[in-house]
C-alpha cells in the first residue's frame, strides 16, 4: 500500500465537501434532520455558527460527515448482484444531501483507486471498504449507494465529546490551538475501533502536513 498522505488538492477537496455539510447542517431543512442525531447541546451550537466558524471548521483535515464507511451490512448493497431494488426506494434523500453525498463517493472512489491510505486518513475507513470501493465502477458506487437516503450522517453524531472539541477550541482564533483540536479528532477516528489496524495511522495524522489549514488562517488577517 502506498503509505503517503493526502496531497493538496485531496485536502481542498475535503474542505469543499466539509463547508457543503455544514452549511446543510447549520441552516437547512435537511440539516434538522441531521441535528437531531446529535446531543441537543451540539445541535444548539452548530445551528448558531457564523460563517468565519464553518470556514475554520471546514479545514479540519477529515470528512466532517460520513458515508457509514465501517457499516459493513450496510455496504453489503454494493456487493449483491441481484436486480437493483434499492432503486425502488420510495423515500428518496433530500436533493441537497444526496448531492453531496454522490461528490463524496465520486472524491473516496477515486482516492481509493490511487491512496487508499489517504482515503483511510481521511473518511477513518477500514483498509477493506476501500478496497471494496475500489474494486467497483464508479457508475456502480453511484448506482447502487448514492440515492439512499440514509447513507450521509454527520461523524460520530452520538459522540458529544468529539463535536465539543471540534465547536470549541477547534474554532479558536488561534491556529495552533485550532488545528491541535481538529488532529486530536482525528487521532480519535483513527483508535476508534481496536480490531481495525490503525498502528501507523495515528502517528502519520500528527505528521501530516495540512495545507488547508493555513487557508482558513487568512481569515483572521485583517
Known sequence: MDF??????DFRNVR?????????LRSSSAGVDLRQQMATEIGTIISSLTDLH???????????????????????????DEPSGDLLLTVKPAEELGQLAAACLGFLWQLAQRNPYATRLVSGATLSWC????????????????????????????????????????LSSEPDVRIAAQLSALQSILTEDPSARYHTLPAAACSSTVPTLLVADKLDRP
Do not use: H, I
Not at 469543499?16 to 446543510?24: A, V, W
Not at 464508479?138 to 458529544?160: T, W
Open 54 to 80: 464553518v470556514e475554520r471548521l471546514s479545514a479540519t483535515p477529515f470528512l466532517l460527515f460520513s458515508l457509514r464507511e465501517r457499516d459493513s451490512d450496510y455496504w453489503s448493497f454494493l456487493s449483491d
Open 131 to 170: 478496497e471494496q470501493l475500489a474494486d467497483r465502477t464508479l457508475f456502480r458506487v453511484l448506482q447502487r449507494m448514492a440515492g439512499r437516503p440514509d447513507l450521509l450522517c454527520p461523524r460520530r453524531a452520538a459522540d458529544a465529546g468529539f463535536w465539543l472539541k471540534l465547536l470549541g477550541p477547534g
Open 4 to 9: 503517503s498522505g493526502p496531497d493538496p488538492a
Open 16 to 24: 469543499s465537501l466539509n463547508y457543503e455539510f455544514l452549511c446543510r
